[in-house]
Structures are given as C-alpha cells and as structure tokens.
C-alpha cells in the first residue's frame, strides 16, 4: 500500500517557478515508477512527466520539455517536480501517481494523490 501526498502548489506570475513534492509512504516505494499528472479546468487529466523507479529514465510531455525537470530520492520517499518558465496554459491541478508496472494512464494507475493547484497568471 501507497499513499502519496502532493506540496508546493500555489499562484505564480507568467516565467515564475515552483517546485512540486510528493511524499511517499510505503516500504516498496522504490520500486514504483512515478509520475505527474495535470488537469485544467474543463479539461481532461494529461499526462506530464514520468520517472523510472531507480531514476535512469524520465520522460516528458513534449509542451514541458526543457521547462520541467522531474527527480525522485527513494532514500526520502519523495519526488519532485521542478518546474520553470511557467506559462498560464501551466495552470492546472497536479496529481502524482505511483504504478509498479510503469504503465499508468491519465485515468489508470496503482495509486493516486490528491492534487495540489497551480494557477500561472499572465
């Protein structure tokens, strides 16, 4: 059993930074892989950035390539999302997830947190 729970949210200007956190309970965390989620108002929940359970391998939606950074530290039970030269089209909850099968979706994975809202103003 994981439970995730998602920090560092909050309203940033156009160009600004935050750096999202999910911790982590669970003995097996380090065997997860991990990812972001994002869903804007009135829109569907979409992928953003995965990581590989031992860190080797992140992938990225192509929008935030360049701009976000995502890393885990299994020693910590969290990861992280490191995002900069936010742009309001950023604007959107964020969900980290955890699936042992590195085969989540924007609607399936083994265990979801509740979000934490990012707002980027113009």
């Known amino acids: 059993q994981v439970q995730l729970v998602e920090s560092g949210g909050g309203l940033v200007q156009a160009g600004g930074s935050l750096r999202l956190s999910c911790a982590a309970s669970?003995?097996?965390?380090?065997?997860?892989?991990m990812y972001w989620f994002r869903q804007a108002p009135g829109k569907e929940r979409e992928f953003v950035a995965a990581?590989?359970?031992?860190?080797?391998?992140?992938y990225y939606k192509d929008s935030v390539k360049g701009r976000f950074s995502i890393s885990r530290d299994n020693a910590k039970n969290t990861v992280n999302l490191q995002m900069n030269s936010l742009k309001p089209e950023d604007t959107a909850v964020y969900y980290c997830?955890?699936?042992?099968?590195?085969?989540?979706?924007?609607?399936?994975?083994?265990?979801w947190g509740q979000g934490t809202q990012v707002t980027v103003s113009s």
């Open positions: 997830a955890a699936d042992f099968s590195f085969r989540a979706t924007s609607t399936r994975a083994d265990y």
């Open positions: 990581i590989s359970w031992n860190g080797g391998n992140t």
């Open positions: 669970g003995r097996t965390f380090s065997r997860y892989a």
